[in-house]
């Protein structure tokens, strides 16, 4: 099997193209920046390099001559949605194996590529086959963002996971902040061990010490066998506790004393238990505000909070939209047993205006449903649900290059720090149409 690398900023572009190839028989890796490529390049070796012309931190032909020097016998043809005959041929003398303009025609594409990989392995007979390109199968469903504050989300978990400190997680509900604990888990000394993830807002004030410490049978009415709780299932694992201001006063007490003497006592029982175990809280509220109304004990926000992530809402990580889209998508397609290859431009556009109130998990359920409801291989804006374009309609403060339009581009650029790939993004706008405005309008 043909080994491809694909560089593309264009997220559904990308993942369109993958799919395509990976139908084709080709083995598909995706970069959406040339040092993302830089990094896989260097760790495996690929029969073809397939890159945008246009990247958000590299010129292709630039790239190209990085590539033709550190990796000679590797083709690489470029594409670009600016069809320049000057660029082509520039791109070709220097060492392009082909050149390609979007939008694509299929057979053209497969035709350029095995025309490019056939001329390499003519030139190289005696190459010995690259082995198999192996596909990671994540433990988790934590996919790695693209925008600044995915960056950072990542950062922080790598830097706090192999410690033992104790996380809380601050976030708006639907962020994904358990993935987020599991993830701290699973790359922790901890991680051959159990996680065990705990919602406090469904367990009743009067259960909270029978569940979270177990109990003995005969200990209360309904006790009809010995019970192991949370703290003990959870020993030198990790005991996730999901929007722990849901805690009652009482039961926050009871918690405190466990997370400081390292023992537990199962309700009716007069034997100490030690648990060695690592704690991940989380909650969508101000637990400093709550600290201060006096609704949450303080030691014990201390005890919890010695290191904090923010868990990113979907609008502050907006450049990862598709990302996570079509994440969820090929996650439907298993699920359901369908095989929809990506999402129609309008529904994108659709996506990208949409304010996503519900974050992660409304994203994720909105693609379920539409891939159940789609029979093509695209979905339509006909099965997203009616609810979603009423959002749409209400939605205020959209940026829009039809009124004011030197303000919108300066607001879109101080939004993106300066950054112009995600302003285009952010304006809907092709990067082209965005350096015309910039020399339209005298902006640097």
Not at 117 to 122: D, F, H, V, Y
Not at 239 to 265: C, H, M, P, V
Not at 278 to 295: C, M, P, Q, S
């Amino acid at each position: 099997m043909q080994k491809i690398l694909i560089i593309e900023d264009d997220i559904s572009f990308c993942k369109l193209l993958e799919k395509f190839l990976t139908k084709n028989s080709f083995s598909v890796t995706t970069s959406f920046s040339a040092d993302e490529a830089r990094t896989l390049i260097k760790k495996e070796s690929f029969d073809l390099i397939l890159t945008d012309l246009r990247l958000p931190d590299a010129d292709g032909i630039g790239l190209l001559g990085e590539f033709k020097s550190a990796y000679p016998t590797t083709p690489v043809v470029l594409m670009t949605g600016y069809s320049d005959v000057a660029t082509a041929v520039k791109a070709i003398k220097n060492g392009a194996s082909d050149y390609i303009s979007k939008p694509f025609n299929p057979d053209e594409v497969l035709i350029v590529l095995n025309n490019a990989i056939k001329s390499s392995a003519a030139i190289e007979p005696e190459k010995k086959p690259a082995p198999k390109a192996k596909k990671p199968t994540p433990s988790t469903e934590y996919v790695q963002g693209i925008s600044s504050e995915s960056k950072k989300l990542s950062e922080h978990i790598q830097l706090v996971s192999p410690t033992d400190m104790s996380v809380l997680i601050i976030g708006e509900s639907g962020t994904g902040k358990e993935i987020i604990a599991k993830s701290i888990h699973e790359n922790s000394p901890r991680k051959k061990q159990n996680f065990i993830a705990v919602d406090c807002g469904a367990i009743p004030k009067e259960l909270a010490a029978s569940e979270f410490f177990g109990h003995l049978k005969g200990s209360f009415t309904g006790a009809i066998s010995d019970k192991i709780g949370y703290f003990e299932a959870a020993n030198n694992g990790t005991l996730f506790l999901d929007e722990i201001g849901n805690l009652s006063y009482e039961n926050q007490i009871q918690l405190l004393r466990a997370l400081q003497e390292r023992k537990i006592k199962p309700v009716g029982s007069n034997k100490e238990i030690n648990v060695d175990i690592r704690i991940i809280t989380a909650t969508n509220e101000d637990l400093r505000e709550a600290v201060k109304n006096g609704d949450f004990r303080e030691d014990l926000y201390h005890r919890i909070n010695e290191f904090s992530i923010h868990s990113p809402s979907l609008t502050e990580r907006s450049a990862d939209l598709m990302l996570f889209a079509e994440f969820f998508l090929d996650k439907a397609n298993a699920q359901l047993n369908k095989e929809v290859i990506g999402f129609s431009k309008e529904v994108v556009q659709l996506f990208q205006n949409y304010p996503w109130p519900g974050n992660l998990r409304e994203l994720q359920n909105c693609v379920k449903r539409s891939t159940l409801l789609t029979q093509g291989d695209f979905i339509e804006k006909n099965v997203l649900p009616i609810e979603f374009f009423q959002k749409i309609d209400n939605k205020k403060d959209n940026l829009s290059l039809s009124q004011n339009e030197k303000e919108a581009i300066e607001t879109a650029l101080i939004k993106t720090q300066n950054n112009k790939s995600e302003a285009a993004k952010l304006l809907q706008i092709t990067r082209k149409t965005l350096y015309n405005k910039l020399k339209l309008y005298d902006i640097n």
